[in-house]
């Protein structure tokens, strides 16, 4: 996807409906200076529309660009008839074949069970588990009780033990939180390492793991993040969880089957509005009061932005398959 220009006014929407009549997938958004960028979904088209965004620019009246409303609205309901069918026929075929399940999602699925149970089906301070895998564990020494905050954060980390990025995603606090996530692994992560292949799928689940647990760690308390605690014999980092990797699966399908139009990754609606609404509960600073309990938005937000920027790439087979 690439960013054509800028209208000035509402007069966007007569040409997007233009060029989406003549079979050329495109978007709006707010513009942060004001008015709307235009992005064009396929490069093949960027030059055809730059040329009519040209003439656009000088005959904005023009009545061509008023009347392709209706072919453009037909345009779009033939993508989501095509998209709907898709998914039918995808549906029929798993019924009748029996797919082995992909390896490396399925292995994250039994690490994280496996890491539940042995922390006692809780994040357990006391647990082995639990301090090898949290993002920060160290003795209440002297050396450790005078260090600054963010030295302190990153004890392990300048020691080495950069595993730790990783592997508080297999940490979980509770059954429901380790079911809510493991669910979105299932639903998406399988899907998208049989589609993209095993090796584009490390590589967003290791990006999605360690920059939003570096970045949940290091940030200060006043901005939510998540602060060392010292519990006596020893200081901990007391935050887990897959959320922050099953955001980024969610921004990836969302990405690809939204803007780029991969049948394969279309979301309903319902299921955007739901993880938006949870995220927003988070940032808002909505989730103590109402759920009883913190939730590790930078874990969230930054996955989700890897998400994107995975899926907006030419990364993956469907980037370049279509």
């Known amino acids: ?83 709907r069918s898709y998914q039918k026929n995808a549906r029929a075929v798993n019924q009748r074949t029996t797919r082995r399940a992909p390896p490396i999602s399925t292995s994250i699925l039994v690490a994280a069970i496996l890491a539940f149970a042995m922390s006692n089906f809780q994040f357990d301070y006391t647990s082995p588990i639990v301090q090898g895998m949290a993002f920060m564990f160290a003795p209440s020494t002297a050396e450790v009780n ?71 760690a290091v940030m200060p308390p006043s901005l939510d993040g998540s602060p060392a605690y010292d519990l006596g014999p020893f200081w901990i980092v007391p935050f887990g969880g897959f959320s922050g990797v099953a955001y980024a699966l969610f921004g990836f399908a969302w990405m690809r089957g939204t803007w780029k139009f991969v049948p394969e990754y279309f979301l309903m609606p319902s299921t955007v509005i739901v993880a938006m609404a949870w995220l927003l509960l988070g940032v808002l600073d909505l989730d103590e009061n109402l759920l009883g309990f913190r939730m590790a938005d930078w874990a969230h937000c930054g996955g989700l932005f890897v998400g994107l920027l995975f899926g907006s790439t030419s990364i993956g087979r469907s980037a370049t398959q279509r």
């Open 1 to 83: 996807m690439r960013k054509l220009g800028t209208f000035p006014d509402d007069n966007a929407q007569h040409f997007v409906n233009y060029l989406v009549a003549q079979e050329m997938p495109a978007q709006i958004s707010p513009a942060p200076s004001g008015g709307f960028d235009l992005w064009i979904v396929e490069e093949d088209h960027f030059a055809t529309a730059k040329q009519e965004f040209a003439h656009f620019v000088a005959n904005p009246l023009d009545p061509k660009y008023r009347k392709s409303s209706a072919k453009a609205d037909q345009v779009r309901q033939k993508h989501v008839d095509r998209v």
């Open 146 to 216: 005078s260090m600054g905050v963010l030295e302190r954060q990153c004890y392990n980390l300048m020691r080495g033990e950069l595993w730790r990025l990783v592997t508080p995603a297999l940490l979980h606090m509770s059954f429901a939180h380790i079911v809510f996530n493991m669910f979105w692994l299932v639903k998406l992560g399988f899907s998208i390492e049989r589609r993209e292949g095993k090796w584009c799928f490390i590589g967003l689940v290791l990006a999605a793991a360690a920059i939003p647990n570096f970045m949940q």
